[in-house]
C-alpha cells in the first residue's frame, strides 16, 4: 500500500525551528501556553492541530466502541480519544484497547507495554493516520488499524519492527466489506468486527 509523502514544518518554515520533548509539552500546559481545550497534539516531537470531526468519524468511533466493548476480556479496557504516551509524542488516537483498572492511569497515560491495539478512524486524516504508522511502531504498539471511512476498509498493521532509523509494521492486511476482522489481545484472537457493521451504508 502506497503512502503519500507527508511533510515535516522544517519544510515550510524559513527559519530555525525546534521540536519539543514530551516533557516540554507538558510545561508547556503547566505554563498556559497551551490550554486544555486546545485541539493539538504531540507527534514526533512537533505540536500539530488536530483534524475536525464530521458526523461519520465521531459515529464510527461510537459504533466501533460498541462492538470492541463485547468482546474484551475483563482485565481490559477503552479509551476514546484519551492521550498515550510515547517517547516523543502524546498522540490522542480514537480508541486505545489498554490494560485495566482504570486507576491504573490516573498518574500517566498508557505507554506501548499497557496497549493492545491503538485505533484511528480516518477520513480528512488519512495520509496523516497512515504517517501515524511510523510513531507507533517505533514505540512497539502491537497492533494498529486505521479504520479508513474513504475507501470502506479497515486496514490493520502488526509485527512493528525497526525501531532505529525507519520503524514499520511488517505486516499489513486490508480487510473490505465483506470481511471480518479478528480482534487481538497478546496474540489471542477474542473475537472478529464485521466491516460492513461499520458501514452500513456500504453498497
Not at 145 to 174: C, F, H, K, M, Q
Amino acid at each position: 500500500m502506497s503512502i503519500a509523502t507527508t511533510n515535516t514544518a522544517a519544510d515550510f518554515s524559513p527559519f530555525p525551528i525546534r521540536r519539543f520533548t514530551v516533557n516540554e509539552y507538558h510545561r508547556l500546559a503547566e505554563m498556559g501556553v497551551l490550554a486544555e481545550n486546545d485541539r493539538v497534539e504531540l507527534l514526533e516531537g512537533w505540536v500539530v492541530p488536530k483534524m475536525i470531526h464530521n458526523p461519520a468519524h465521531d459515529g464510527t468511533i461510537e459504533l466501533m466502541d460498541e462492538l470492541l466493548r463485547a468482546l474484551l476480556p475483563n482485565s481490559w479496557r477503552i479509551r476514546i480519544q484519551s492521550v498515550i504516551t510515547t517517547a516523543d509524542s502524546e498522540p490522542e488516537p480514537d480508541l486505545a484497547i489498554v490494560r485495566g483498572p482504570a486507576g491504573r492511569y490516573l498518574g500517566r497515560h498508557p505507554e506501548a507495554a499497557d496497549i493492545a491495539i491503538v485505533i484511528e478512524v480516518a477520513e480528512s486524516s488519512l495520509d496523516r493516520d497512515r504517517h501515524k504508522r511510523r510513531l507507533y511502531a517505533r514505540t512497539g504498539i502491537a497492533m494498529y488499524w486505521i479504520v479508513n471511512l474513504i475507501d470502506r476498509r479497515v486496514e490493520v498493521y502488526s509485527n512493528p519492527i525497526g525501531s532505529d532509523g525507519e520503524p514499520r509494521y511488517a505486516d499489513e492486511t486490508s480487510y473490505g466489506v465483506d470481511d471480518k476482522v479478528p480482534v487481538e489481545i497478546l496474540g489471542r484472537t477474542v473475537g472478529s468486527i464485521a466491516v460492513a457493521e461499520l458501514f452500513p451504508n456500504a453498497e
